[in-house]
Every structure is written in C-alpha cells, then in structure tokens.
C-alpha cells in the first residue's frame, strides 16, 4: 500500500512539473553547474540544442562552437572515465572521439565529446571550473565544437543541458515552416487553400527552427503541439530522454520515430475524411517564446 501512494505520488509530481515550469530554474539553482566552456559569448557559441532529429536518432547534448580553447568541469566531482585516441591508435575512431566523462555525485554525470587529443593527467577529484581537455574535433565531427552531455540517474536518463546550465538569451520565438503529407519517399507541401486527394492514412509533417541571437542559429524546440480540428493529436517536450524497453523514449514516453520523420516534426500518422480539415502548430523554445501557425486545407478521399 505504501508504495503505491509513493508511486502517485510520483506521478502527481511528474504531472506538477508541466504545470510549474519553475522546477527548471530550481534545478539550475540546486546543482550550480557552469558552462564548459568559459566565454561571454556562450549565446553566440550554442550551435545545437538537445532533442533535435539527426535523421534517426536524438542530438543528446548542447554543441558549443570551438577549437583549440579549455574544456572546464561544469562542477565539482570524480573522473568517472576518459577515452583518448592515444589509449589505442591502431583501432577505429569512436563517434564521440576522445572523451571524458566527470561524475558530480547523486547520479549526475557530465561528458565532453570531440576532444582534442592530448594526454589528460587528471587524477581522481576534479573541481569546479577545472580544465579536462581542450576542445577539438575528433570523432564524428565537422568542423571544431564541443559536444556536451549532462546525464542523471546514473546515465539511465540524458536531460537536456539548458534547464541545468546558466540561461542564455534568447528572445526570438520559433520559426514555423511548411506543412508536409508524405507518400512514400517523396513529400508534399501543403499551404492553407489548397486541395488534397488521399487515398489513405499518410504521416503529415511540419518544419519548425529556432534561431538564436544570431539568424543562423537552427535550433529544435522544447515544445511541440499539434492540434487537428481543435483536438489535440501529439503533445510532447524535449525536457529529457530515457533508456526504457531497448530504447530512448521522451517525457511523454514517445520514441524519436514517433516524433520526427526526414529530420522534420511528426504531426502525426493522420486519417484525414473528405472535408476541410486545420492542423494548428504550437512551438515553444527554451526560453518559452512562443509560435502558433494553423493550416486550413480541403482533402478528397479517392478510398
Ligand atoms: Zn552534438
């Protein structure tokens, strides 16, 4: 009995948490991470958020633009591991290319992606603020940047590095693009006005950035909403992933191919009848800048 009203607990919790987004900033407070990388310009620097699609799986981290400058610990803790391409020259590159990862205590763990190679004498104990490495472009990389994971519940969840690290400014709201149906390999775009004909149920598709304090920023969202004919069809955030059932699964317990498809947002896999049909595209960054665009459209079924 009494693990399960832990257990609604829980859930009650889970649920508050939609409701009271200021968790996130006392999480900030709570674990007092710093960037890993120290410049004044670190808005500028973002390059990728975390829970974008890269084609078929989740970006699991925050991309920092940078070459050849000091990786920092973003607190205080244990070298948990290093893997340098040095440890064996002769066997094949990792993706993540020289790495170390820093364990901060209570399951918390930060790891830092794409070193540049160089032999880290760092002994157990890290501090705040050390530096780890340098930044480089090992591994799957193009082009000079730090890729940067923050994982808790010993590694079993990935979370998304902005809700823990010191904010950055970002006062511009998502961009919402095309509407797209999918047949196949190839794609449609759909704007308000036009005339369909379907013959099935076909997975619809929407394009949505975000860009930064600088225009050419492309970042994903936090959140998404996709609303058919004032009912909701798909409500997901990008708060968190989690390894569950041989796969990462978001807050909302959807996996990335239920969420993205071709690197776009999924609004979803839709039966659409005769009619005029509207898909309202909600967005939000994570900053909470809003975005609402609405597609209103005129389907013939031909089945
Ligand atoms: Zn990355």
Redesign the pocket.
């Known amino acids: 009995m009494k693990s399960f009203t832990l257990l609604y607990l829980l859930v009650f919790l889970i649920h508050c948490k939609e409701f009271f987004p200021s968790i996130q900033s006392q999480d900030k407070k709570h674990w007092n991470f710093t960037w890993p990388v120290h410049t004044d310009q670190i808005s500028d620097r973002v390059s990728?958020v975390f829970g974008e699609s890269r084609w078929d799986h989740f970006?699991n981290?925050v991309?920092i633009s940078s070459y050849l400058e000091k990786v920092h610990s973003i607190g205080e803790g244990k070298l948990l591991y290093t893997r340098y391409s040095s440890d064996d020259p002769f066997h094949e590159e990792w993706g993540s290319g020289d790495t170390v990862w820093i364990d901060h205590g209570k399951g918390a763990y930060s790891a830092y992606y794409h070193l540049h190679p160089s032999h880290g004498n760092l002994g157990i104990s890290i501090q705040n603020g050390q530096e780890i490495g340098i930044t480089g472009n090992t591994g799957h990389s193009s082009g000079g940047h730090l890729?940067f994971v923050l994982s808790l519940e010993y590694g079993r969840k990935i979370v998304n590095p902005l809700i823990y690290l010191p904010s950055i400014v970002d006062e511009t709201a998502p961009l919402i693009g095309g509407l797209f149906v999918h047949v196949g390999e190839s794609y449609t775009n759909i704007n308000s006005g036009d005339s369909i004909s379907l013959s099935d149920t076909f997975p619809f598709t929407v394009l949505i950035q975000d860009s930064g304090v600088r225009k050419s920023q492309r970042f994903g969202v936090q959140n998404v909403q996709f609303n058919l004919n004032g009912k909701p069809v798909q409500k997901s955030n990008f708060n968190s992933i989690q390894f569950e059932n041989e796969d990462w699964l978001n807050e909302n317990g959807f996996k990335f191919n239920d969420l993205f498809l071709r690197d776009r947002y999924l609004v979803g896999n839709l039966a659409l009848p005769s009619g005029e049909h509207t898909i309202e595209v909600v967005a939000t960054d994570f900053h909470g800048n809003m975005a609402v665009k609405s597609f209103t459209f005129y389907v013939t079924r031909t089945k």
């Open positions: 990728s970006h981290g991309d890729h």
